[in-house]
T-cell receptor, first 112, second 114 residues
């Protein structure tokens, strides 16, 4: 039962351009959506989140957009940097911190 | 460095064996979560403890069990191991259980069952 889906296993972008990572979910009870970044041999690191009462949250070069009607969220990275190369996981959960559901991840490669 | 530590980093064992994975949460965090990441898959939530009590269960097999001790460290016990149990096991911690709280992940334990 995959309630959170990241349909693109990989994405390659040129340095300085925009990276757009997409995520779809099926459970309308999800209230919070998060993006984690993971480098090899490390655990996931929290990047940015958004509550279901918002449609956009921005933190520096990172912006997350939420479209509740489409059950879709996206992460925009502008401008992309080679250090952003990592696996990005989308996650979602209800109004407590239990049972967070993760997507399968998208491997982003930013080419110099 | 997230402040969450996990030991061991790597573990190689045989089918049918039992292993214990250990996690120390960030100082001050009361919640501990365990996740499994199999090859090319997302993280699957296994179980959560809050201040020593089991709080939530996810896709945890009956062969697996966990506990959180009074000093808040946690152990995940995997028994009667099968080849399919080979995976990365992550521990995460957070201060409480609120929806806005961030989970901080440890570096993971890579388990290989031969």
């Amino acid at each position: 039962d995959q309630q959170v889906k990241q349909n693109s296993p990989s994405l390659s972008v040129q340095e300085g351009r925009i990276s757009i990572l997409n995520c779809d979910y099926t459970n309308s009870m999800f209230d919070y959506f998060l993006w984690y970044k993971k480098y090899p041999a490390e655990g996931p690191t929290f990047l940015i989140s958004i509550s279901s009462i918002k449609d956009k949250n921005e933190d520096g070069r990172f912006t997350v957009f939420l479209n509740k009607s489409a059950k879709h969220l996206s992460l925009h990275i502008v401008p992309s940097q080679p250090g952003d190369s990592a696996v990005y996981f989308c996650a979602a959960r209800g109004d407590n911190n239990n049972d967070m559901r993760f997507g399968a991840g998208t491997r982003l490669t930013v080419k110099p | 460095d997230s402040g969450v530590t996990q030991t061991p980093k790597h573990l190689i064992t045989a089918t049918g064996q039992r292993v214990t994975l250990r996690c120390s949460p960030r100082s001050g965090d009361l919640s501990v979560y365990w996740y499994q990441q199999s090859l090319d898959q997302g993280l699957q939530f296994l179980i959560q403890y809050y201040n020593g009590e089991e709080r939530a269960k996810g896709n945890i097999l009956e062969r697996f069990s966990a506990q959180q001790f009074p000093d808040l460290h946690s152990e995940l016990n995997l028994s009667s191991l099968e080849l399919g149990d080979s995976a990365l096991y992550f521990c995460a911690s957070s201060v409480g259980v609120g929806g806005l709280e961030t989970q901080y992940f440890g570096p993971g334990t890579r388990l290989l069952v031969l």
